[in-house]
Every structure is written in C-alpha cells, then in structure tokens.
C-alpha cells in the first residue's frame, strides 16, 4: 500500500528537516507531503529544499496564507486524494509525534479504516507537560467522550492514519472546523459512520523549539463545536468512489 505523510507547517523552519529526515529512516518509505501556510519565519523555502534534495519523495503545498489547520489539513487532503496513495497519514510538524511509530500505525491500518496515536492508552504518555496543560488535557478528552459518546481514549490526537476510501467519504466540504476541532470532528465522523477505528499507544513529547498554536480562540472552538458536531444530523456512509484520474505529487504547488 502507497503511504503519503501530511505535515501542516507554519513557523517550524528549526523542527521540519529533522522531522523529514527521521521520516525518511522508517521502513516504511512513505512520501512526505508538507503544506506550508505561508510561514514568515522561511519554512517554506526550507521545504521547497528538501523537495529538491529528496524528489519523488518529499513535495510541498503552498498556501497564500494561515486560516487554521482544519482548513491546511483540508487542502492537503484533497490534494493527495487527486494521486495514487492508499494511505494517508496526519502528524506533527514540530517533533511531538515520533516518526518511529509509524510503522505501529501502517500495522494497524492494514485491519482498521483509521488507527488514531494515543497518550493515553496506556494511561499517561506525554513528556515535558506542566501538571496545569496535562490536566487540561485529559479533561477534553472526557468532554469530548462525554458529549460525543466516543470511547477511544484520545479523541483529540493528531497522529492518524487513514484508509483513502474513508477520507474520500467524508465530504471535507462539509467540515465544520477550522481550527483544531478538526481533529476530533473527522474523528467522530468516521465514527459515526461506523468504520473500523483502533488506538495504539504513542508517547507525545512537548517541542523544543517554536511556539505553541494553542490559544484561548482554538479552545473556545473545540468546546463549542463539540456540541454543534453532537447535535448535527449524522453522516451516512457511503461507498467511496475513486477519483477519475490519479496522478502523482507535484513536486511544489
């Protein structure tokens, strides 16, 4: 099975080669797919190299500005659903999702439609959170499953790996986020819909370099728009259908 990587990037210009490096040293030869918001700091010239050094491999979206990750992520989705990849795989720009569980994760896809990275599976896996940021964590976690009826451990991760037929039948255009609420909505999405979805359990390690994208905004969202995805009338699923004509990753876009 074709695996393509999707790393949204804004300002990770000290955390994206290294990230694209350990990529490159798993098993599995995943291509890289990073979608640049437009960073000020130059990470997008910096990906723009590493599609040179790396051709065939490593490509690059160019997006003319920042309007949340939910939207990035939906761009960069229908971009690779428009080529030949079987799997797509969601994760971090800025280390805190090890590319050595990769592998874990194409393991499990090859029996579920989406395998989600959890801290939490194993009860606590995160390194270097204050006691205020874990907290705050775990109880989104139980909001999410509260209001949801979701049970899976770690409803609001962003390492997932995805069968191409789920993504192409859940109609991004319909999405409702913009933020961060889009991690858990194509979570409860697919959930609702009832594909096969398992966890395997990550250790999550805070960033060494750059700022968090967390802020009071993102929070607000994903509180209230946990309860708009609640009281939505369910997707149905569907067959998904193949796109007319596949093709294989730009080099740049």
């Known amino acids: 099975m074709k695996a393509v990587v999707v790393v ?23 291509h890289i797919l990073i979608v640049d918001d437009r960073s ?13 050094d790396f051709p065939g491999e490593v490509f690059v ?3 003319a500005r920042k309007e949340g990750l939910g939207r990035a992520y939906v761009a960069a989705l229908r971009h690779v659903l428009e080529c030949d990849y079987d799997i797509v795989i969601q ?21 579920h439609d989406l395998v989600l990275g959890s801290r939490y599976v194993r009860g606590v896996n995160v390194v270097n959170w204050d006691f205020k940021r874990l907290v705050l964590s775990k109880l989104a976690t139980q909001y999410v499953r509260l209001v949801t009826g979701m049970r899976f451990t770690d409803a609001t991760t962003g390492f997932k790996c995805w069968r191409r037929e789920v993504l192409e039948s859940l ?6 986020s913009n933020g961060y609420l889009f991690q858990i909505e194509t979570t409860y999405r697919t959930h609702r819909m009832g594909y096969r979805i398992a966890e395997v359990p990550i250790i999550f390690y805070e ?6 994208k967390i ?4 929070i607000a969202e994903a509180l209230l728009g946990v309860i708009q995805l609640r009281l939505r009338r369910s997707p149905c699923r569907r067959a998904a259908t193949a796109p007319s004509r596949r093709k294989r990753l730009p080099a740049s876009g």
């Open 207 to 212: 960033r060494d370099f750059g700022r968090s």
């Open 171 to 176: 109609d991004l255009d319909r999405l409702l």
């Open 215 to 218: 802020d009071f905004h993102i």
């Open 61 to 63: 979206l160019h997006r």
């Open 40 to 52: 000020p700091d130059g990470t997008g010239a910096i990906a723009d190299r590493l599609a040179a």
């Open 8 to 30: 949204p990037t804004y300002n990770e210009r000290d955390n994206l080669e290294n990230l694209v490096l350990q990529i490159r040293q798993q098993p599995c030869a995943c």
């Open 91 to 111: 994760m971090d720009a800025d280390l805190s999702h090890s590319p050595s569980y990769l592998p874990d994760l194409l393991r499990e896809i090859s029996h």
